[in-house]
């Protein structure tokens, strides 16, 4: 029997389905002790702090999550960060294999002027002070404004635009960060614009996040059905449309073609135009757009200009990872060749290794290539005791599976009183307080 011992850092999708992957390998032979660490006091990445709080059913795989935590040969380490904790040279040594799955969370920037004024934020900031990420609780968020502006044409751009028109009261039954939820509930937006750089038919959305947005209850959303005619056009034009571009542009029609109740508050969706400056005197108060055109499929910035006034302006333009000390680090991503880091015993799953692309079910079946690579590997098992002692002996404290499941009780528990499904917790201390 072969007993190896394998680190996966970063308590997210990609993280728990690397370990479900491993777990799915074993054999009687052959057994993986699997020990996730991640910088946070809680798991669940994205899950937690990304997910949109009005889209609850896609938080329900936290459940295969919990499965995977309490299966034989798991251990969590929350709390734990590597770079500052604990080194990656460390783990490479202690472990058969070490897995990076520790996701893409800075924004890309416009890099336009005025992008530094206050009211210019990136979703990277935004949507984590929504979902109650203790790191961005403080973020500068002003709503003090009847108009915003949101930029990009993925799904990221749509949660932020429909969290920035929703009435906020449907937000209340929600796990949404109590201190957003009071802030949004005195937001003064009542118009979202929303932009995308090119045309409807090359829009990152996905038609199931579009065919929600004409459900809203109190937002008119507005989509051109000229633009969305002229899209098909295109798209025929350059032969047999893909089955996912005809499906977004079938959704966006049908948004298109929904009447309107007159709702105060409205989100519109705008195409063919890229922000090329950001303009104000203390903060963001209008921005300039660059008409762009679409020849033979190519996509042309014109001389043609306007603005829109606004006092908020969110990017949604894609993340970047984070380099890792010790990890070779290149396009915003960690080097690689089907997940495996050359020349070691490490190997990168998730955004980290393809980017900032995919829902998060695309993670199984990727998470689970790269542990075959993994397995495929493997030689003489290092037999090593894990990091427990190593800890202890630094003074860091971490967060285990049953002190999770204690904190997790707890904020399920505040949030049972106000009929909502948790109230997340965002300081560090009354977090390991909760956690025992
Ligand atoms: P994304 O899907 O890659 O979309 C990024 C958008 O930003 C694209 O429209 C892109 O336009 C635009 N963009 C990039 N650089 C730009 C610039 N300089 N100026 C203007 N626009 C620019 O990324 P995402 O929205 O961050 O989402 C990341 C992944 O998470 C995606 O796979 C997404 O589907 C997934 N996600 C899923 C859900 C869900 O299932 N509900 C929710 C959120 C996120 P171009 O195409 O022209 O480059």
Redesign the pocket.
């Known amino acids: 029997m072969k007993n190896y011992s394998i680190a996966i850092v970063g308590a997210g999708p990609a993280g728990y389905f690397a370990a479900q992957a491993l777990q799915n390998l074993q054999t009687d032979d052959l057994k993986f002790q699997i020990d996730m660490i991640e910088k946070l006091p809680t798991p669940w990445g994205l899950v937690r702090s990304?997910?949109?709080p009005d889209?609850p059913k896609?938080k329900t795989v936290s459940k295969v999550f919990e499965k995977i935590a309490t299966s034989e040969g798991f251990q969590l380490f929350c709390n734990v960060e590597l770079g500052k904790d604990i080194k990656t040279e460390e783990l490479t040594e202690i472990y058969d294999a070490v897995v990076i799955a520790t996701g893409s969370d800075k924004g890309?920037k416009?890099?336009i002027p005025g992008e530094n004024l206050r009211g210019s934020l990136s979703?990277a900031e935004f949507v984590p002070w929504y979902n109650a990420h203790p790191d961005y609780v403080n973020v500068d968020v002003p709503l003090d404004t009847d108009t915003a502006i949101v930029?990009?044409?993925?799904?990221?751009?749509?949660?932020v635009g429909r969290m920035l028109a929703l009435e906020p009261k449907v937000l209340d039954p929600t796990d949404t960060a109590t201190h957003a939820l009071e802030k949004l509930h005195e937001s003064k937006i009542r118009t979202v614009h929303l932009?995308?750089?090119?045309g409807p038919e090359?829009?990152?959305?996905?038609a199931?996040?579009l065919r929600e947005l004409p459900k809203l209850e109190h937002t008119d959303v507005e989509i051109g059905e000229c633009d969305i005619e002229d899209a098909i056009k295109r798209a025929e034009a350059l032969g047999e449309v893909p089955k996912d571009v005809r499906s977004n542009l079938d959704a966006m029609m049908s948004v298109a073609k929904t009447p309107k109740a007159g709702h105060e508050r409205n989100l519109n969706f705008h195409f063919l135009a890229?922000?090329i400056e950001i303009k104000g005197k203390d903060r963001v108060e209008e921005v300039v757009f660059a008409v762009n055109k679409i020849e033979n499929g190519k996509?042309f910035q014109t001389d043609d200009r306007y603005s829109v006034k606004a006092g908020l302006i969110i990017?949604?333009?894609?993340?970047e990872s984070e380099p890792i000390p010790g990890v070779p680090y290149e396009n915003g991503k960690v080097v690689n060749s089907e997940g495996r880091v050359a020349n070691s015993n490490i190997y990168v799953v998730g955004w980290a290794k393809r980017g900032?692309?995919?829902?998060?079910g695309?993670n199984k079946s990727d998470a689970a290539s790269v542990m075959d690579h993994l397995k495929a590997d493997l030689r003489t098992p290092k037999n090593n005791e894990g990091i427990t002692k190593l800890l202890k002996d630094r003074g860091v404290i971490h967060i285990s599976q049953s002190n999770w499941e204690a904190l997790n009780s707890a904020e399920v528990s505040a949030g049972t009183q106000s009929g909502k499904p948790r109230i997340k917790f965002t300081d560090r201390k009354e977090m390991l307080g909760f956690a025992g």
Do not use: Q
């Not at 932009?195 to 090119?198: A, L, N, P, V, W």
């Not at 900032?356 to 998060?360: A, K, L, R």
């Open positions: 990304g997910v949109a889209h896609i890309k416009l890099g979703a930029i990009g044409a993925g799904n990221v751009a749509m949660d932009f995308g750089r090119r090359h829009a990152a959305f996905t199931p996040e890229s922000p996509v990017s949604a333009i894609g993340y900032p692309s995919g829902v998060i695309t």
